[in-house]
């Protein structure tokens, strides 16, 4: 498998500690589009100059030393599962999954950093971070700009900035989503009003499905239906639900626009409707400890109940289960798992994990024993070393 | 306001066509809008997301190339195809194109001129020009969300920066 080396260690993001409102933020992520000046953009290269490109960009990584702490992977080389692994750890839009020649990424050794190349635009700079940490992602992505830019000339002009094959990624080239859990406003039913909220701030708030996103980059991302259940995201966030539909009461904000205002105002409008949103979300919280004690703890001890005794889990239960366990973790009902762990389980129930398990251990085929696997991993976070 | 076509109903779709890479905006009634379908050989641009707060109130944006031929000389990409899906060739497209981009920019982005960051910026008063007005643009955001405490530190540094411009272009008369 070629990208075994990624499976031996979990990705920085993952262990959640360090970011703020971690609690509340699973995951931010920071994507910056750049283009290379002297050739046509991504959908209109053809197979040799997508090549080019890649070979010139992964040249510069060389130069600059970065292929010694991290890796690049040559998408068309890897198996379907690999792709499907590398997209169920955000390192890449799920369009890659089924990539063509030129496509590759490059990530970094921590997997907080990924470098994709030949998608939407030659090159995406993608940072992840645990937590509300927007600015972090943002000064990480900028810097690496910077040190690619200082090499590559990227395509700019002064009136629309940083040119790119689509219009709604022109200027900036800066696509943030922030990652939320939202179980307090989901039953409360603030949704509507969060959403409004959102939109006054040129803000999309967005369910999150199970699923290929249904608004793919590229058209041939729609021809490839994928059955195989997991959290995949593209450029501009997860696969998009209306905020009543959404899996495991996780929720994306990302900024709509990239023209017009500096890469400062958009993260600070997104952090500032991130936070209001989390403040919301705590004070529900702990409306539900003061004065609905007793029906939240029943939530949290099915839930706990569930997670140690059932034997067959499919991914949408163990997205709710997973829900009502974080709720409990972050209220202190639950003292013996670590948002860590949770984080963890939820990559590790996806379906190209669960399958990388299969090869390792010899393990489930079916459809019944991914739910079988998944219902172990559920149990198995009430035992982990991590806790 | 009134319909543009029959000046008797309300005109509350926005009707957008581009002929030869000129771009006419008009507002139609719905009456208008669809007898003019029925009759034109075109094609429609995707609609607009309905989640942008200003155009809430805009039914459908609906835009027509009629009689473009124009295709870009670098990469052969034909315009209309550009305007139907959004997407551009390369980038001597948005030289060959840059009047009809810059209205279907302004529809999907709501501006057309960039305030971000700049590429090869080498000339160090360039960029301190252009940390001014990234940092003048986040206190506007910032005044507005009534941060005052933050508003107050970017004001100093603001301030930092105009010193420093200042200093510099002194040293180069």
């Not at chain 1, 209001?276 to 007793?294: A, L, V, W």
């Not at chain 1, 997670?307 to 829900?323: H, Q, Y």
């Not at chain 2, 194109?97 to 529809?107: H, I, M, Q």
Request: aromatic share 6%.
């Amino acid at each position: 498998m070629h990208i075994a080396p990624l499976l031996k260690q979990d990705p920085t993001w993952q262990q959640g500690s360090t970011g703020v409102h971690n609690d509340v933020v699973i995951l931010c992520d920071c994507n910056l589009g750049r283009n290379l000046i002297d050739f046509p953009f991504p959908a209109q290269c053809t197979s040799e100059e997508r090549v080019a490109v890649e070979s010139r960009i992964v040249a510069v990584l060389d130069q600059l030393n970065l292929l010694a702490s991290g890796h690049y992977f040559r998408l068309p080389e890897l198996s379907y599962s690999e792709t499907q692994l590398l997209a169920e750890r955000q390192l890449i839009p799920h369009a890659l999954t089924h990539p063509v020649s030129g496509q590759g990424v490059y990530v970094s050794q921590d997997q907080s950093l990924s470098i994709i190349v030949n998608d939407e635009d030659h090159c995406c700079i993608r940072v992840l971070t645990s937590g509300l940490q927007l600015q972090d992602g943002w000064a990480r992505a900028s810097l690496m700009d910077d040190t690619l830019g200082a090499i590559l000339d990227f395509s700019f002009s002064p009136k629309f900035g940083f040119l790119s094959q689509n219009l709604s990624h022109l200027g900036t080239g800066l696509l943030c989503t922030v990652l939320l859990h939202l179980p307090g406003c989901a039953q409360r039913n603030e949704l509507p009003e969060l959403r409004e909220l959102a939109t006054s701030l040129d803000i999309n708030f967005r369910g999150v499905g199970i699923g290929a996103p249904s608004s793919g980059s590229r058209a041939e991302a729609s021809a490839h239906a994928d059955p195989r259940q997991a959290l995949y995201s593209n450029m501009d966030g997860f696969a998009p639900r209306a905020p009543h539909e959404s899996e495991g009461d996780l929720f994306q904000l990302s900024n709509h626009s990239t023209l017009g205002r500096t890469e400062e105002e958009l993260l600070f409008q997104l952090k500032q409707c991130a936070t209001t949103i989390i403040e919301r979300e705590e004070g529900i919280r702990r409306q539900m400890r003061d004065n609905e004690g007793e029906i939240l703890s029943d939530r949290v001890e099915r839930a706990r109940a569930l997670a140690l005794k059932a034997r067959l889990v499919p991914f949408d239960e163990s997205m709710s289960l997973l829900s009502s366990l974080r709720l409990g973790v972050s209220l202190g009902l639950i003292s013996d798992v670590s948002l860590a762990a949770l984080n963890g389980t939820l990559i590790q129930c996806q379906d190209a994990h669960v399958e990388a398990h299969r090869i390792r251990d010899e393990g489930p085929v079916g459809d019944q024993d991914r739910k079988r696997f998944r219902a172990a991993l559920l149990k198995a976070q009430f035992f982990s070393p991590n806790n | 306001m009134l319909c543009q076509k029959c000046h008797k109903r309300s005109g509350t779709i926005r009707y957008a066509e581009v002929v030869d890479g000129r771009v006419t905006d008009q507002f139609w009634c719905t009456e208008c809008l669809a007898q003019q379908r029925s009759g034109d050989v075109g094609f429609e641009i995707s609609e607009i997301s309905p989640t942008r707060p200003n155009r809430d109130a805009i039914h459908s944006v609906v835009s027509r190339v009629v009689q473009s031929q124009q295709t870009c000389p670098a990469c052969d990409t034909p315009l209309q195809r550009i305007v139907e899906s959004n997407r551009v060739g390369c980038t001597t497209c948005y030289e060959t194109f840059e009047k009809p981009l810059s209205e279907l920019v302004n529809r999907l982005q709501n501006n057309t001129i960039h305030t971000g960051k700049a590429a090869h910026l080498t000339d160090a008063r360039t960029q301190l020009r252009s940390d001014l007005r990234s940092k003048r643009s986040l206190l506007r955001s910032v005044l507005k969300a009534e941060n005052y405490e933050e508003a107050a530190m970017l004001r100093d540094e603001i301030r930092s920066l105009e010193s420093g411009l200042y200093i510099s272009e002194s040293g180069a008369d």
